[in-house]
């Protein structure tokens, strides 16, 4: 069974950094396009970043370049995004999404929709 588990939320004051965790099982990451969303309370799901199958592609929104980097651990089957230079705007529950790609080494960030498998999502406040 495909599962994906978000992990490393929490609060944490404007400035400061987090890095969350997408652990995988029932696949492996090899094969499979791994994003990153956001919802803040009354605002729609946004992609944030995304990484390859083989982590050579990485896409980020206008909001998080230059302050969040996108990484995978193959071995650990395990996403990690770093976001540092937290601001309160970032607030939001945070999501992992997969689609199998087997043919083609890329990631969508724009489309909700392009995702097949989604986790529960993890909390991160900013606020001080």
């Known amino acids: 069974q495909l599962q994906l588990v978000e992990s490393g939320g929490g609060l944490v004051q404007p400035g400061g950094s987090l890095r969350l965790s997408c652990g995988v099982s029932?696949?492996?990451?090899?094969?499979?396009?791994i994003g990153w969303f956001r919802q803040a309370p009354g605002k729609e799901r946004e992609g944030v970043s995304c990484?390859?199958?083989?982590?050579?592609?990485?896409n980020y929104a206008d909001s998080a370049k230059g302050r969040f980097t996108i990484s995978r651990d193959a071995a650990k089957n395990t996403v990690y995004p770093q976001m540092n230079s937290l601001e309160p705007e970032d607030t939001a529950v945070y999501y992992c999404a997969a689609r199998l790609t087997p043919v083609q080494d890329l990631c969508i960030l724009a489309s909700r929709s392009w995702y097949t498998y989604w986790g529960q999502g993890t909390q991160v406040t900013v606020s001080s």
């Open positions: 990484i390859s199958k083989s982590g050579g592609i990485v």
């Open positions: 029932g696949f492996t990451l090899n094969y499979y396009g």
